[in-house]
């Protein structure tokens, strides 16, 4: 069965710069949700969007930003990256309240 | 917002035990997932379960969501079980909402 594809895998920036991460929800899945990991924490849900509009906002900073665009997929948005950043980023997507994860971008600022 | 408790934060087993976790939350909820984080960081669904019992190989899971707890049970442990294991709830307020994950119970399989 097809998963949740999320892009890259890895990612390594520098202090200040700038992430894309990317989702690609199950077929036919409507709604996609962002959470960050930090190391040694439990997943912190960012913010969620359902038929391309915002849902519910969570614990995201204002440096962060994402959308949904026509084909579903999804894309956060992160500017001026901060040390504290460095975390693993799940999407998950879903078609009724079960909520589906992909295997995660692993984010590293430096 | 809602408030997930879970216990214990450690265990620590031979090969062959059985388990069993518990998952405490605060309000009425929508939806409860049971999951398994292994050590490469991956969250693997084990169940979805707001109410009721399901098994699935030697794994079960009950929710009684009028005292609102979920327990998670594994039988004959192998190696391959260890990890964390999260409870994650959405409240019953409607819309896409997140998941409020527990702290995980970090279950270490011993050979």
């Known amino acids: 069965a097809a998963g949740v594809i999320q892009s890259p895998r890895h990612l390594i920036k520098e202090k200040r710069e700038t992430a894309t991460l990317k989702c690609y929800p199950i077929p036919r899945h409507d709604t996609v949700y962002w959470y960050q990991q930090g190391p040694g924490q439990d997943p912190q849900f960012l913010i969620s969007?359902?038929?391309?509009?915002?849902?519910d906002k969570g614990s995201i900073p204002d440096r962060f930003s994402a959308q949904q665009f026509s084909d579903y997929h999804s894309e956060l948005n992160m500017s001026s990256l901060e040390l504290g950043d460095s975390a693993l980023y799940f999407c998950a997507s879903s078609l009724a309240a079960e909520q589906y994860f992909g295997p995660g971008t692993r984010l590293t600022v430096t | 917002g809602i408030q997930v408790e879970q216990s214990p934060p450690d265990l620590i087993l031979q090969e062959g035990a059985n388990s069993t976790l518990r998952c405490n939350f605060s309000?009425?909820?929508?939806?409860l997932q049971w999951f398994h984080q292994n050590p490469w960081g991956q969250l693997i669904n084990l169940f979805y379960?707001?109410?009721g019992t399901k098994q699935n190989g030697r794994l079960s899971a009950t929710t009684v969501a009028t005292e609102r707890y979920s327990l998670l049970y594994i039988s004959s442990s192998q190696t391959t079980d260890s990890g964390v294991y999260f409870c994650?709830?959405?409240?019953?307020?409607?819309?896409?909402?997140?998941?409020?994950f527990g702290k995980g119970t970090h279950l270490i399989i011993q050979p």
């Open positions: 379960i707001p109410s």
């Open positions: 994650a709830v959405e409240g019953s307020g409607g819309g896409a909402d997140g998941l409020t």
């Open positions: 309000d009425s909820v929508n939806n």
């Open positions: 969007f359902y038929e391309k509009m915002q849902s």
